[in-house]
T-cell receptor, first 108, second 115 residues
């Protein structure tokens, strides 16, 4: 199956800082999604982005499918951004392979 | 629009007992997924339904796990008998469906503890 590697595994940020999370994958995909899992365990879909660039408020994502990586940018971080960020990829209809996640802690 | 509903939210059982989880997807979503998330790991797909048919159950331990989606709406996941290693959060997700995949929306999960 497709291997998904996320980096860094852990990230500590001061409120207001910017950061970049990376997701590398081992094979061609037609489905890539970024999720945020909050401290209460709820998974929230941030982006559906198999290629190209998207922005939603302080978050943006870029996927370079030909080079098999995706980046998630967090700007002006807030304490509510804390949690685990997962990248999930898929080569077949609907099925997603999740990475191990990046644990983000934003301190006041 | 209501999100994905799951129940119960928490369940504690002893090993060798049976347990069932229920999921109601977002209205109109044809595809339903069950994931298992072990502490510290990303979710792992157990089974995927398209309407009431199984699309993928390659990672479902079929000797003890079963799932059904009668009438193509809500779904039930059952474990019988449970083992200690089944302790995890069981997540249900849904999407509109369609070739190439769609945005998946997750429910709050059921946290299972097997003693």
């Amino acid at each position: 199956g497709i291997q998904v590697e996320q980096s860094p595994p852990d990230l500590i940020l001061q409120e207001g800082a910017n950061s970049t999370l990376r997701c590398n994958f081992s094979d061609s995909v037609n489905n890539l999604q970024w999720f945020h899992q909050n401290p209460w365990g709820q998974l929230i879909n941030l982006f559906y982005i198999p290629s190209g660039t998207k922005q939603n408020g302080r978050l943006s994502a870029t996927t370079v499918a030909t080079e098999r990586y995706s980046l998630l940018y967090i700007s002006s971080s807030q304490t509510t951004d804390s949690g685990v960020y997962f990248c999930a990829v898929g080569a077949s209809w609907g099925k997603l392979q999740f990475g191990a996640g990046t644990q983000v802690v934003v301190t006041p | 629009e209501a999100g994905v509903a799951q129940s119960p939210r928490y369940k504690i059982i002893e090993k060798r007992q049976s347990v069932a989880f229920w999921c109601n997807p977002i209205s109109g979503h044809a595809t339903l997924y069950w994931y298992q998330q072990i502490l510290g790991q990303g979710p792992k797909l157990l089974i995927q339904f398209q309407n009431n048919g199984v699309v993928d159950d390659s990672q479902l331990p079929k000797d003890r796990f079963s799932a059904e989606r009668l009438k193509g709406v809500d779904s039930t996941l059952k474990i019988q008998p449970a083992k200690l290693e089944d302790s995890a959060v069981y997540l249900c997700a849904s999407s509109l469906g369609g070739q190439g995949g769609d945005t998946q929306y997750f429910g709050p999960g059921t946290r299972l503890t097997v003693l």
